[in-house]
Protein backbone atom coordinates (compact mmCIF):
# COMPACT_ATOMS: atom_id res chain seq x y z
CA UNK A 1 0.00 0.00 0.00
CA UNK A 2 0.78 3.79 -0.54
CA UNK A 3 0.01 4.13 3.11
CA UNK A 4 1.38 2.53 6.55
CA UNK A 5 -1.28 3.99 8.56
CA UNK A 6 -4.86 6.11 7.67
CA UNK A 7 -4.67 10.02 8.67
CA UNK A 8 -7.74 9.56 11.33
CA UNK A 9 -6.29 6.86 12.95
CA UNK A 10 -2.73 7.92 14.50
CA UNK A 11 -2.91 8.19 18.36
CA UNK A 12 -0.36 9.26 21.18
CA UNK A 13 0.51 5.54 20.80
CA UNK A 14 2.41 6.33 17.50
CA UNK A 15 4.17 8.55 19.22
CA UNK A 16 8.21 7.86 17.78
CA UNK A 17 6.77 5.52 14.69
CA UNK A 18 8.01 6.66 11.05
CA UNK A 19 4.70 6.24 9.45
CA UNK A 20 4.08 7.04 5.58
CA UNK A 21 0.57 8.59 4.57
CA UNK A 22 -1.52 9.34 2.06
CA UNK A 23 -4.90 11.61 1.53
CA UNK A 24 -6.16 14.76 0.57
CA UNK A 25 -4.92 18.35 1.23
CA UNK A 26 -8.22 19.56 3.91
CA UNK A 27 -6.15 22.49 4.24
CA UNK A 28 -2.74 24.07 4.37
CA UNK A 29 -1.63 26.76 6.35
CA UNK A 30 1.45 29.14 5.56
CA UNK A 31 3.43 30.07 8.58
CA UNK A 32 5.97 32.14 7.14
CA UNK A 33 8.79 28.73 8.12
CA UNK A 34 6.36 26.15 9.02
CA UNK A 35 4.30 24.68 6.45
CA UNK A 36 1.09 23.16 7.99
CA UNK A 37 -1.34 20.81 6.40
CA UNK A 38 -4.41 18.95 7.63
CA UNK A 39 -4.07 15.47 5.67
CA UNK A 40 -7.49 13.65 5.23
CA UNK A 41 -8.31 10.32 4.38
CA UNK A 42 -11.59 8.04 4.92
CA UNK A 43 -10.90 8.08 8.49
CA UNK A 44 -10.14 11.31 9.72
CA UNK A 45 -7.58 14.10 9.50
CA UNK A 46 -4.06 14.71 10.90
CA UNK A 47 -1.98 17.58 11.18
CA UNK A 48 1.41 17.44 8.99
CA UNK A 49 3.95 19.59 9.51
CA UNK A 50 6.58 20.86 6.96
CA UNK A 51 9.98 22.51 8.45
CA UNK A 52 12.53 23.67 6.11
CA UNK A 53 15.18 22.91 7.99
CA UNK A 54 14.12 19.01 8.63
CA UNK A 55 12.64 18.73 5.08
CA UNK A 56 13.97 21.50 2.57
CA UNK A 57 12.48 19.56 -0.45
CA UNK A 58 9.23 18.52 1.07
CA UNK A 59 8.88 22.15 1.92
CA UNK A 60 9.42 23.29 -1.33
CA UNK A 61 6.64 21.29 -3.12
CA UNK A 62 4.23 21.99 0.00
CA UNK A 63 4.45 25.52 -1.03
CA UNK A 64 2.78 24.88 -3.73
CA UNK A 65 0.20 22.60 -2.80
CA UNK A 66 -3.34 23.51 -2.63
CA UNK A 67 -6.78 22.03 -1.06
CA UNK A 68 -7.57 18.83 -2.47
CA UNK A 69 -4.35 17.66 -3.55
CA UNK A 70 -2.90 13.71 -3.19
CA UNK A 71 -0.31 13.84 -0.86
CA UNK A 72 2.05 10.77 -0.24
CA UNK A 73 4.10 11.56 2.95
CA UNK A 74 6.39 10.13 4.81
CA UNK A 75 6.96 11.36 8.46
CA UNK A 76 7.50 11.09 12.38
CA UNK A 77 4.90 10.97 15.04
CA UNK A 78 5.38 13.37 17.65
CA UNK A 79 3.38 14.52 20.51
CA UNK A 80 2.15 18.33 20.29
CA UNK A 81 3.70 20.82 22.60
CA UNK A 82 1.46 21.08 25.62
CA UNK A 83 -0.26 23.67 24.84
CA UNK A 84 -1.20 23.20 20.80
CA UNK A 85 -3.42 20.11 21.15
CA UNK A 86 -6.77 20.14 19.29
CA UNK A 87 -9.09 18.59 21.22
CA UNK A 88 -11.98 18.51 18.63
CA UNK A 89 -9.93 16.00 16.36
CA UNK A 90 -9.11 12.73 17.46
CA UNK A 91 -5.66 12.37 16.58
CA UNK A 92 -5.61 15.85 18.29
CA UNK A 93 -2.87 15.06 20.59
CA UNK A 94 -0.08 14.18 17.86
CA UNK A 95 1.12 15.55 14.52
CA UNK A 96 3.22 14.17 11.85
CA UNK A 97 6.92 15.96 11.32
CA UNK A 98 7.44 15.64 7.35
CA UNK A 99 10.93 13.57 6.61
CA UNK A 100 9.26 13.86 3.04
CA UNK A 101 6.37 14.36 0.53
CA UNK A 102 5.02 13.96 -3.02
CA UNK A 103 2.17 15.14 -4.36
CA UNK A 104 0.27 11.86 -6.12
CA UNK A 105 -1.96 14.08 -8.48
CA UNK A 106 -2.92 17.98 -8.03
CA UNK A 107 -6.38 19.02 -7.94
CA UNK A 108 -8.52 21.57 -9.64
CA UNK A 109 -9.98 23.84 -7.26
CA UNK A 110 -13.38 22.30 -6.49
CA UNK A 111 -16.69 23.96 -7.54
CA UNK A 112 -17.62 24.13 -3.77
CA UNK A 113 -16.08 23.70 -0.30
CA UNK A 114 -14.85 20.16 0.48
CA UNK A 115 -13.27 21.09 4.33
CA UNK A 116 -16.40 23.14 5.10
CA UNK A 117 -20.14 22.30 5.84
CA UNK A 118 -21.25 24.97 3.30
CA UNK A 119 -24.44 25.10 1.58
CA UNK A 120 -24.48 24.37 -1.98
CA UNK A 121 -26.79 24.17 -4.62
CA UNK A 122 -28.15 20.98 -5.48
CA UNK A 123 -27.49 20.34 -9.35
CA UNK A 124 -24.04 21.54 -8.46
CA UNK A 125 -23.93 19.03 -5.81
CA UNK A 126 -25.03 16.57 -8.32
CA UNK A 127 -22.80 17.59 -11.28
CA UNK A 128 -20.02 17.05 -8.91
CA UNK A 129 -21.70 14.05 -6.81
CA UNK A 130 -18.08 12.92 -6.82
CA UNK A 131 -16.62 15.55 -4.34
CA UNK A 132 -20.13 16.16 -2.77
CA UNK A 133 -19.58 12.72 -2.01
CA UNK A 134 -16.09 13.28 -0.20
CA UNK A 135 -17.37 15.84 1.99
CA UNK A 136 -17.71 14.19 5.76
CA UNK A 137 -20.85 14.73 6.31
CA UNK A 138 -21.55 12.54 3.10
CA UNK A 139 -19.41 10.09 4.10
CA UNK A 140 -20.90 9.35 7.10
CA UNK A 141 -24.24 9.31 5.82
CA UNK A 142 -22.85 6.36 3.71
CA UNK A 143 -20.94 5.01 6.46
CA UNK A 144 -24.50 4.76 8.34
CA UNK A 145 -26.29 2.78 5.33
CA UNK A 146 -23.49 0.34 5.36
CA UNK A 147 -23.65 0.07 9.02
CA UNK A 148 -27.64 -0.09 9.32
CA UNK A 149 -27.96 -2.47 6.81
CA UNK A 150 -25.27 -5.06 8.02
CA UNK A 151 -27.16 -4.40 11.13
CA UNK A 152 -30.00 -6.14 9.56
CA UNK A 153 -28.54 -8.61 7.32
CA UNK A 154 -26.90 -9.92 10.69
CA UNK A 155 -30.36 -9.58 12.42
CA UNK A 156 -32.38 -11.29 10.02
CA UNK A 157 -29.60 -14.55 9.63
CA UNK A 158 -29.66 -15.07 13.17
CA UNK A 159 -33.14 -14.89 13.01
CA UNK A 160 -33.47 -17.88 10.70
CA UNK A 161 -33.80 -15.28 7.60
CA UNK A 162 -32.45 -16.57 4.29
CA UNK A 163 -31.35 -13.89 1.31
CA UNK A 164 -32.56 -14.77 -1.88
CA UNK A 165 -31.79 -12.25 -5.27
CA UNK A 166 -34.76 -11.96 -7.52
CA UNK A 167 -34.52 -11.00 -11.61
CA UNK A 168 -34.80 -7.14 -12.14
CA UNK A 169 -35.99 -8.28 -15.69
CA UNK A 170 -39.47 -9.01 -15.02
CA UNK A 171 -43.18 -9.05 -15.40
CA UNK A 172 -45.11 -5.92 -14.03
CA UNK A 173 -45.91 -6.52 -10.53
CA UNK A 174 -48.85 -3.48 -9.40
CA UNK A 175 -47.58 -1.42 -6.84
CA UNK A 176 -49.61 1.55 -7.74
CA UNK A 177 -47.05 3.60 -9.59
CA UNK A 178 -45.93 3.66 -13.67
CA UNK A 179 -43.53 0.67 -14.53
CA UNK A 180 -40.07 1.10 -16.13
CA UNK A 181 -40.08 -1.02 -19.11
CA UNK A 182 -36.86 -2.76 -20.89
CA UNK A 183 -37.56 -3.64 -24.45
CA UNK A 184 -36.38 -7.38 -25.23
CA UNK A 185 -33.95 -7.54 -28.61
CA UNK A 186 -34.24 -11.59 -28.71
CA UNK A 187 -38.62 -11.05 -28.50
CA UNK A 188 -38.71 -8.11 -30.33
CA UNK A 189 -41.87 -5.75 -29.27
CA UNK A 190 -42.34 -7.66 -25.71
CA UNK A 191 -40.76 -5.88 -22.46
CA UNK A 192 -39.68 -6.66 -19.37
CA UNK A 193 -40.57 -4.34 -16.36
CA UNK A 194 -38.74 -3.77 -13.59
CA UNK A 195 -39.60 -4.22 -10.64
CA UNK A 196 -41.78 -2.04 -8.55
CA UNK A 197 -40.58 -4.28 -5.44
CA UNK A 198 -39.92 -8.16 -5.83
CA UNK A 199 -43.60 -8.84 -4.12
CA UNK A 200 -44.56 -12.16 -6.69
CA UNK A 201 -41.37 -13.44 -6.49
CA UNK A 202 -41.28 -13.15 -2.76
CA UNK A 203 -44.90 -15.09 -2.25
CA UNK A 204 -43.25 -17.82 -4.84
CA UNK A 205 -40.58 -18.19 -2.68
CA UNK A 206 -42.93 -19.12 0.21
CA UNK A 207 -44.67 -21.70 -2.26
CA UNK A 208 -40.60 -23.03 -2.63
CA UNK A 209 -40.51 -23.42 1.23
CA UNK A 210 -38.25 -21.22 1.91
CA UNK A 211 -40.37 -20.24 4.99
CA UNK A 212 -38.29 -16.54 6.24
CA UNK A 213 -36.76 -14.75 3.37
CA UNK A 214 -35.49 -11.32 3.10
CA UNK A 215 -33.56 -8.95 0.71
CA UNK A 216 -32.03 -5.75 0.36
CA UNK A 217 -33.78 -5.28 -3.11
CA UNK A 218 -33.57 -2.26 -5.57
CA UNK A 219 -36.87 -1.56 -7.16
CA UNK A 220 -38.04 1.19 -9.56
CA UNK A 221 -41.02 3.15 -10.00
CA UNK A 222 -41.90 5.55 -12.41
CA UNK A 223 -43.63 8.29 -10.30
CA UNK A 224 -43.41 11.85 -9.62
CA UNK A 225 -40.74 12.50 -7.62
CA UNK A 226 -40.63 14.18 -4.10
CA UNK A 227 -38.16 14.56 -0.90
CA UNK A 228 -38.82 10.74 -0.20
CA UNK A 229 -38.97 9.32 -3.60
CA UNK A 230 -36.63 8.39 -5.97
CA UNK A 231 -37.03 6.39 -9.32
CA UNK A 232 -35.22 3.82 -8.52
CA UNK A 233 -34.81 3.24 -4.54
CA UNK A 234 -33.95 0.01 -1.81
CA UNK A 235 -36.46 -1.97 -0.25
CA UNK A 236 -35.59 -4.17 2.83
CA UNK A 237 -38.14 -6.53 1.68
CA UNK A 238 -38.99 -9.68 3.84
CA UNK A 239 -41.70 -12.40 3.62
CA UNK A 240 -42.72 -15.05 5.86
CA UNK A 241 -44.84 -18.14 6.38
CA UNK A 242 -47.73 -19.46 8.43
CA UNK A 243 -47.58 -15.79 10.52
CA UNK A 244 -50.35 -13.76 11.54
CA UNK A 245 -50.03 -10.06 11.14
CA UNK A 246 -48.91 -9.92 15.12
CA UNK A 247 -46.01 -11.39 14.58
CA UNK A 248 -44.86 -9.66 11.64
CA UNK A 249 -45.47 -6.47 14.13
CA UNK A 250 -43.29 -7.94 16.67
CA UNK A 251 -40.74 -8.66 14.40
CA UNK A 252 -40.58 -5.20 13.20
CA UNK A 253 -40.65 -3.47 16.93
CA UNK A 254 -37.57 -5.74 17.60
CA UNK A 255 -35.97 -4.71 13.99
CA UNK A 256 -36.54 -1.50 14.38
CA UNK A 257 -36.28 -0.47 17.71
CA UNK A 258 -32.91 -2.55 17.51
CA UNK A 259 -31.41 -0.74 14.29
CA UNK A 260 -32.48 2.23 15.79
CA UNK A 261 -30.82 1.95 19.56
CA UNK A 262 -27.84 0.32 18.10
CA UNK A 263 -27.06 3.33 15.35
CA UNK A 264 -27.97 6.16 17.69
CA UNK A 265 -27.59 5.12 21.38
CA UNK A 266 -28.14 9.40 21.83
CA UNK A 267 -31.90 8.96 20.35
CA UNK A 268 -35.03 7.88 22.69
CA UNK A 269 -37.00 5.35 21.52
CA UNK A 270 -40.71 4.81 22.67
CA UNK A 271 -41.31 1.47 23.59
CA UNK A 272 -43.67 -0.55 23.20
CA UNK A 273 -44.48 1.09 20.03
CA UNK A 274 -47.66 2.38 19.58
CA UNK A 275 -50.49 0.77 17.71
CA UNK A 276 -53.21 2.36 15.92
CA UNK A 277 -55.77 1.27 13.56
CA UNK A 278 -56.34 3.15 10.42
CA UNK A 279 -59.35 4.73 11.99
CA UNK A 280 -58.15 6.07 15.20
CA UNK A 281 -55.19 7.56 13.44
CA UNK A 282 -57.33 9.46 10.90
CA UNK A 283 -60.00 10.72 13.95
CA UNK A 284 -56.70 11.67 16.17
CA UNK A 285 -54.19 12.95 13.53
CA UNK A 286 -56.04 13.32 10.26
CA UNK A 287 -53.63 10.91 8.70
CA UNK A 288 -52.24 7.51 8.77
CA UNK A 289 -48.57 8.50 9.60
CA UNK A 290 -49.13 10.22 12.24
CA UNK A 291 -46.01 12.17 14.25
CA UNK A 292 -46.51 11.07 17.61
CA UNK A 293 -43.48 12.77 19.29
CA UNK A 294 -46.52 15.52 20.04
CA UNK A 295 -49.95 16.36 20.79
CA UNK A 296 -52.63 18.72 19.15
CA UNK A 297 -54.35 15.90 18.48
CA UNK A 298 -57.86 16.61 16.49
CA UNK A 299 -60.76 17.70 18.22
CA UNK A 300 -64.46 16.95 16.75
CA UNK A 301 -66.30 19.99 16.91
CA UNK A 302 -69.32 19.37 14.55
CA UNK A 303 -71.75 19.60 16.93
CA UNK A 304 -70.76 22.52 18.88
CA UNK A 305 -69.87 24.37 15.70
CA UNK A 306 -73.09 22.73 13.24
CA UNK A 307 -75.71 25.07 16.14
CA UNK A 308 -74.14 28.21 15.81
CA UNK A 309 -74.85 31.27 13.65
CA UNK A 310 -71.95 30.81 11.29
CA UNK A 311 -73.19 29.41 7.92
CA UNK A 312 -69.59 28.25 7.30
CA UNK A 313 -69.90 25.89 10.04
CA UNK A 314 -73.42 25.09 9.76
CA UNK A 315 -73.48 23.81 6.49
CA UNK A 316 -70.55 21.63 6.32
CA UNK A 317 -72.02 19.75 9.38
CA UNK A 318 -75.45 19.65 7.36
CA UNK A 319 -74.20 18.60 4.74
CA UNK A 320 -73.01 15.53 6.84
CA UNK A 321 -69.16 17.00 6.72
CA UNK A 322 -67.38 18.36 10.17
CA UNK A 323 -66.19 21.05 12.05
CA UNK A 324 -62.86 20.06 13.42
CA UNK A 325 -59.48 21.64 14.84
CA UNK A 326 -56.25 21.74 16.92
CA UNK A 327 -55.08 23.84 19.60
CA UNK A 328 -52.01 25.22 19.21
CA UNK A 329 -50.36 25.42 23.29
CA UNK A 330 -49.04 28.80 23.37
CA UNK A 331 -50.33 29.49 19.90
CA UNK A 332 -52.12 32.71 21.07
CA UNK A 333 -49.16 34.67 20.49
CA UNK A 334 -49.07 34.57 16.64
CA UNK A 335 -49.62 37.37 14.82
CA UNK A 336 -52.41 38.48 12.46
CA UNK A 337 -49.71 37.84 9.75
CA UNK A 338 -48.57 34.11 11.13
CA UNK A 339 -52.26 33.38 10.81
CA UNK A 340 -52.55 34.79 7.33
CA UNK A 341 -50.06 32.29 5.99
CA UNK A 342 -51.64 28.94 8.01
CA UNK A 343 -54.81 30.32 6.20
CA UNK A 344 -53.46 29.51 2.83
CA UNK A 345 -51.64 27.23 3.91
CA UNK A 346 -54.42 24.80 4.53
CA UNK A 347 -56.25 26.13 1.11
CA UNK A 348 -53.21 24.16 -0.65
CA UNK A 349 -55.09 21.10 1.28
CA UNK A 350 -58.36 22.31 -0.53
CA UNK A 351 -60.06 23.64 2.98
CA UNK A 352 -61.88 26.94 2.44
CA UNK A 353 -59.69 28.23 5.02
CA UNK A 354 -59.97 28.34 8.97
CA UNK A 355 -61.02 30.16 12.37
CA UNK A 356 -58.59 30.48 14.64
CA UNK A 357 -59.55 31.96 18.49
CA UNK A 358 -56.77 33.12 20.57
CA UNK A 359 -57.45 32.35 24.22
CA UNK A 360 -56.67 35.75 26.13
CA UNK A 361 -56.56 36.82 29.70
CA UNK A 362 -56.27 34.73 32.98
CA UNK A 363 -57.44 32.18 35.18
CA UNK A 364 -59.90 29.32 34.63
CA UNK A 365 -61.12 28.54 31.19
CA UNK A 366 -64.91 28.23 32.45
CA UNK A 367 -64.32 32.05 33.47
CA UNK A 368 -63.34 33.23 29.86
CA UNK A 369 -65.10 36.01 28.63
CA UNK A 370 -66.19 37.95 25.51
CA UNK A 371 -62.96 39.94 25.67
CA UNK A 372 -60.97 36.94 26.41
CA UNK A 373 -61.55 35.96 22.91
CA UNK A 374 -59.87 37.38 19.88
CA UNK A 375 -60.24 36.01 16.49
CA UNK A 376 -60.55 38.11 13.01
CA UNK A 377 -64.29 36.32 13.12
CA UNK A 378 -65.21 37.47 16.52
CA UNK A 379 -68.86 37.85 15.96
CA UNK A 380 -69.51 34.15 14.58
CA UNK A 381 -67.92 32.88 17.70
CA UNK A 382 -70.18 33.54 20.49
CA UNK A 383 -68.17 33.07 24.05
CA UNK A 384 -70.54 29.61 24.92
CA UNK A 385 -69.42 28.16 21.89
CA UNK A 386 -65.34 29.08 22.56
CA UNK A 387 -65.59 28.10 25.69
CA UNK A 388 -67.30 24.53 25.22
CA UNK A 389 -64.50 24.16 22.47
CA UNK A 390 -61.99 25.19 24.50
CA UNK A 391 -62.58 22.53 27.13
CA UNK A 392 -62.90 19.93 24.97
CA UNK A 393 -59.60 20.64 23.65
CA UNK A 394 -58.20 21.12 27.33
CA UNK A 395 -57.22 24.64 26.27
CA UNK A 396 -55.40 26.62 28.19
CA UNK A 397 -55.45 30.76 28.58
CA UNK A 398 -52.46 31.57 25.89
CA UNK A 399 -53.40 28.76 23.87
CA UNK A 400 -54.91 28.86 20.52
CA UNK A 401 -57.86 27.44 18.71
CA UNK A 402 -58.07 26.60 15.31
CA UNK A 403 -60.93 25.49 13.55
CA UNK A 404 -61.08 23.47 10.05
CA UNK A 405 -64.93 22.92 8.07
CA UNK A 406 -65.10 21.24 5.35
CA UNK A 407 -68.36 19.21 3.71
CA UNK A 408 -68.87 15.88 3.41
CA UNK A 409 -66.86 14.49 0.24
CA UNK A 410 -68.35 11.46 -2.18
CA UNK A 411 -66.94 8.57 -1.54
CA UNK A 412 -67.92 4.53 -1.07
CA UNK A 413 -65.61 3.65 1.37
CA UNK A 414 -66.41 4.25 5.27
CA UNK A 415 -62.98 5.58 5.34
CA UNK A 416 -62.47 7.86 2.78
CA UNK A 417 -65.41 9.95 3.75
CA UNK A 418 -64.93 13.66 4.22
CA UNK A 419 -61.11 13.51 3.70
CA UNK A 420 -60.59 17.23 3.55
CA UNK A 421 -60.66 18.37 7.21
CA UNK A 422 -58.21 15.66 8.42
CA UNK A 423 -55.69 16.30 5.38
CA UNK A 424 -55.98 19.86 6.15
CA UNK A 425 -55.39 19.69 10.04
CA UNK A 426 -52.58 17.05 9.72
CA UNK A 427 -50.87 19.54 7.49
CA UNK A 428 -51.56 22.26 9.67
CA UNK A 429 -50.50 20.07 12.90
CA UNK A 430 -47.07 19.43 11.13
CA UNK A 431 -46.44 23.11 10.20
CA UNK A 432 -47.12 24.20 13.13
CA UNK A 433 -45.45 21.53 14.76
CA UNK A 434 -42.30 22.49 12.74
CA UNK A 435 -42.81 26.33 13.41
CA UNK A 436 -42.62 25.47 17.11
CA UNK A 437 -40.03 23.15 17.48
CA UNK A 438 -42.54 21.08 19.27
CA UNK A 439 -40.69 17.80 17.83
CA UNK A 440 -37.96 16.08 19.83
CA UNK A 441 -35.51 15.30 17.55
CA UNK A 442 -33.89 13.18 20.26
CA UNK A 443 -36.78 10.63 20.20
CA UNK A 444 -37.80 7.88 17.85
CA UNK A 445 -41.79 7.35 18.30
CA UNK A 446 -43.47 4.86 16.14
CA UNK A 447 -46.38 3.82 14.93
CA UNK A 448 -47.75 0.23 13.59
CA UNK A 449 -50.88 0.93 11.83
CA UNK A 450 -53.78 -1.58 10.91
CA UNK A 451 -56.96 -1.90 9.66
CA UNK A 452 -56.85 -0.45 6.63
CA UNK A 453 -59.38 -0.66 3.84
CA UNK A 454 -58.71 -2.94 1.82
CA UNK A 455 -60.12 -1.37 -1.67
CA UNK A 456 -60.83 2.29 -2.33
CA UNK A 457 -63.35 3.70 -4.77
CA UNK A 458 -61.73 5.79 -7.73
CA UNK A 459 -64.64 8.39 -8.27
CA UNK A 460 -62.98 9.53 -11.56
CA UNK A 461 -62.18 5.96 -12.95
CA UNK A 462 -65.62 4.72 -11.52
CA UNK A 463 -63.78 1.79 -10.41
CA UNK A 464 -62.07 0.35 -6.93
CA UNK A 465 -58.25 -0.53 -6.42
CA UNK A 466 -56.34 -2.41 -3.67
CA UNK A 467 -55.30 0.59 -0.92
CA UNK A 468 -52.27 -1.93 -0.76
CA UNK A 469 -51.75 -4.54 -3.70
CA UNK A 470 -54.49 -6.58 -5.13
CA UNK A 471 -52.32 -9.61 -3.05
CA UNK A 472 -53.34 -8.54 0.35
CA UNK A 473 -55.33 -10.76 2.28
CA UNK A 474 -59.19 -9.34 3.46
CA UNK A 475 -59.72 -9.67 7.51
CA UNK A 476 -61.68 -13.01 7.17
CA UNK A 477 -64.71 -12.61 8.80
CA UNK A 478 -65.27 -9.33 5.90
CA UNK A 479 -64.49 -11.66 2.91
CA UNK A 480 -68.17 -12.36 2.37
CA UNK A 481 -68.81 -8.73 1.69
CA UNK A 482 -65.60 -8.72 -0.96
CA UNK A 483 -68.49 -9.22 -3.85
CA UNK A 484 -71.58 -7.49 -2.70
CA UNK A 485 -70.19 -4.44 -0.03
CA UNK A 486 -66.29 -3.65 -1.49
CA UNK A 487 -65.92 -0.87 0.39
CA UNK A 488 -66.41 -2.32 4.04
CA UNK A 489 -64.07 -5.34 3.87
CA UNK A 490 -60.70 -4.41 5.85
CA UNK A 491 -57.75 -5.49 4.62
CA UNK A 492 -54.70 -7.70 6.70
CA UNK A 493 -52.36 -5.47 6.03
CA UNK A 494 -50.15 -2.79 8.13
CA UNK A 495 -47.32 0.29 8.14
CA UNK A 496 -44.49 0.87 10.40
CA UNK A 497 -44.48 5.24 10.67
CA UNK A 498 -41.63 6.44 11.75
CA UNK A 499 -41.72 10.31 13.17
CA UNK A 500 -44.70 10.97 11.22
CA UNK A 501 -43.01 9.40 7.95
CA UNK A 502 -44.17 5.86 6.60
CA UNK A 503 -41.30 4.00 6.31
CA UNK A 504 -43.41 0.78 5.29
CA UNK A 505 -45.78 -1.91 5.03
CA UNK A 506 -46.97 -5.11 4.35
CA UNK A 507 -49.89 -7.43 4.47
CA UNK A 508 -50.37 -11.19 5.49
CA UNK A 509 -51.56 -12.08 1.55
CA UNK A 510 -54.58 -14.23 -0.17
CA UNK A 511 -53.03 -18.09 -0.70
CA UNK A 512 -55.86 -19.54 -2.17
CA UNK A 513 -56.80 -19.43 -5.74
CA UNK A 514 -60.13 -18.79 -5.34
CA UNK A 515 -60.21 -15.74 -3.04
CA UNK A 516 -57.55 -14.09 -5.29
CA UNK A 517 -60.13 -14.51 -8.21
CA UNK A 518 -62.63 -13.13 -5.99
CA UNK A 519 -59.99 -10.15 -5.39
CA UNK A 520 -58.93 -9.46 -9.19
CA UNK A 521 -62.93 -9.32 -9.66
CA UNK A 522 -63.38 -6.94 -7.39
CA UNK A 523 -60.73 -4.89 -8.55
CA UNK A 524 -62.39 -5.10 -11.89
CA UNK A 525 -60.30 -7.24 -14.06
CA UNK A 526 -61.72 -9.89 -16.26
CA UNK A 527 -60.55 -13.36 -15.67
CA UNK A 528 -58.60 -13.70 -18.97
CA UNK A 529 -56.53 -10.86 -18.28
CA UNK A 530 -56.14 -12.19 -14.09
CA UNK A 531 -54.75 -15.01 -15.59
CA UNK A 532 -52.55 -13.87 -18.28
CA UNK A 533 -51.06 -11.71 -15.90
CA UNK A 534 -51.37 -13.52 -12.94
CA UNK A 535 -52.14 -16.97 -13.71
CA UNK A 536 -48.54 -18.27 -12.44
CA UNK A 537 -49.31 -16.87 -9.10
CA UNK A 538 -52.86 -18.77 -8.79
CA UNK A 539 -51.34 -21.73 -10.47
CA UNK A 540 -48.99 -22.00 -7.22
CA UNK A 541 -51.33 -21.48 -4.98
CA UNK A 542 -52.52 -24.85 -6.07
CA UNK A 543 -49.41 -26.61 -5.25
CA UNK A 544 -49.79 -26.37 -1.44
CA UNK A 545 -49.32 -21.83 -0.98
CA UNK A 546 -48.43 -21.89 2.58
CA UNK A 547 -50.56 -18.53 4.83
CA UNK A 548 -48.21 -15.96 4.38
CA UNK A 549 -47.39 -12.25 4.94
CA UNK A 550 -44.47 -10.11 4.85
CA UNK A 551 -43.48 -6.29 4.85
CA UNK A 552 -41.18 -3.99 2.77
CA UNK A 553 -39.49 -0.96 4.47
CA UNK A 554 -38.19 1.81 2.45
CA UNK A 555 -34.29 1.71 3.24
CA UNK A 556 -33.67 4.74 2.29
CA UNK A 557 -36.37 6.23 3.89
CA UNK A 558 -34.68 4.59 7.49
CA UNK A 559 -31.23 5.35 6.26
CA UNK A 560 -32.67 9.46 6.25
CA UNK A 561 -34.38 8.81 9.64
CA UNK A 562 -30.97 7.79 11.24
CA UNK A 563 -29.00 10.88 9.96
CA UNK A 564 -31.41 13.21 10.63
CA UNK A 565 -32.32 13.89 6.53
CA UNK A 566 -35.36 14.77 5.18
CA UNK A 567 -34.85 14.18 1.51
CA UNK A 568 -33.23 10.15 0.51
CA UNK A 569 -30.79 11.77 -1.61
CA UNK A 570 -28.78 12.71 1.67
CA UNK A 571 -28.31 8.60 2.00
CA UNK A 572 -28.61 7.68 -1.78
CA UNK A 573 -24.67 7.87 -3.21
CA UNK A 574 -25.85 8.47 -7.15
CA UNK A 575 -29.55 9.74 -6.81
CA UNK A 576 -31.66 11.60 -9.89
CA UNK A 577 -32.65 14.75 -9.82
CA UNK A 578 -36.24 15.76 -9.57
CA UNK A 579 -36.38 15.26 -12.94
CA UNK A 580 -35.36 11.60 -12.52
CA UNK A 581 -31.79 12.68 -14.21
CA UNK A 582 -28.82 12.91 -13.43
CA UNK A 583 -26.57 15.58 -14.19
CA UNK A 584 -23.33 13.86 -13.82
CA UNK A 585 -23.17 11.05 -15.96
CA UNK A 586 -26.30 13.15 -18.31
CA UNK A 587 -28.49 9.76 -17.73
CA UNK A 588 -31.29 9.32 -19.57
CA UNK A 589 -30.01 9.86 -23.04
CA UNK A 590 -30.52 9.41 -26.06
CA UNK A 591 -29.29 6.52 -28.33
CA UNK A 592 -28.33 6.06 -31.67
CA UNK A 593 -31.10 5.12 -34.14
CA UNK A 594 -29.27 1.57 -34.77
CA UNK A 595 -29.48 0.61 -30.99
CA UNK A 596 -33.34 1.50 -31.74
CA UNK A 597 -33.54 -0.94 -34.77
CA UNK A 598 -32.18 -3.67 -33.13
CA UNK A 599 -34.99 -3.73 -30.90
CA UNK A 600 -37.23 -3.02 -33.35
CA UNK A 601 -38.29 0.66 -32.25
CA UNK A 602 -39.10 2.92 -33.81
CA UNK A 603 -39.35 6.49 -32.13
CA UNK A 604 -42.67 8.64 -32.35
CA UNK A 605 -42.57 12.07 -34.19
CA UNK A 606 -41.60 14.94 -32.35
CA UNK A 607 -40.20 12.11 -29.19
CA UNK A 608 -36.55 12.20 -30.55
CA UNK A 609 -34.74 13.30 -28.22
CA UNK A 610 -31.92 16.41 -29.08
CA UNK A 611 -28.46 14.47 -29.41
CA UNK A 612 -26.11 15.18 -26.54
N1 LIG B 1 -44.58 -5.07 -1.98
C1 LIG B 1 -45.11 -4.14 -1.02
C2 LIG B 1 -44.60 -2.74 -1.33
O1 LIG B 1 -43.63 -2.58 -2.02
C3 LIG B 1 -44.75 -4.47 0.37
C4 LIG B 1 -45.32 -5.76 0.81
O2 LIG B 1 -46.51 -5.96 0.70
O3 LIG B 1 -44.53 -6.58 1.30
O4 LIG B 1 -45.14 -1.77 -0.83
Redesign the pocket.
Known amino acids: MLKTHYCGELRKEHVGQEVTLAGWVNRRRDHGRLIFIDLRDSRGLVQVVINPEVAPEAHAVAGDVRSEYVLQVRGEVVARRPGTENRGLPSGEIEVRVLALQVLNPSKTPPFYISEEVEVEELLRMRYRYLDLRRERMQRNMWMRHRAIKWIRDFLGEKGFIEVETPVLANA?P?GARDYLVPSRVNKGSFYALP????QF?QLLMVSGFENYFQIAH?FRDEDLRADRQPEFT?L???MSFVTVDDVLELMEELHAGVATAMRPDVKVVRPFTRLTYEEAMTRFGSDKPDLRYGMELVDFSDLAGASEFSGFRKAVESGGSVKGICVPGGAQFSRKDIDGLTSFVQNFGARGLISAALMGEGDIARLTEEDIRSPMHKYLPVEMVKAMAQRAAAQRGDLLIMVAGEKMASRTAAGSHHRVPLALDGLRREIAARLNLADPKTYHFALITGFPLLEWNEEDQRWYAV??P??SPVPEDLPYLDSDPGRVRAQ?YDVVWNGVEV????I?IHQRDVQQRMFAALGIAPEEAEQRFGHMMEAFEYGAPPHG???MGLDRIIALLTDNEDIREVIAFPKTKTASDPMTGSPSPVAQEQLDTLGIRLAKGSRAAAP
Open positions: TEQSPQKCQDMEHHFTAGGGSRGIA
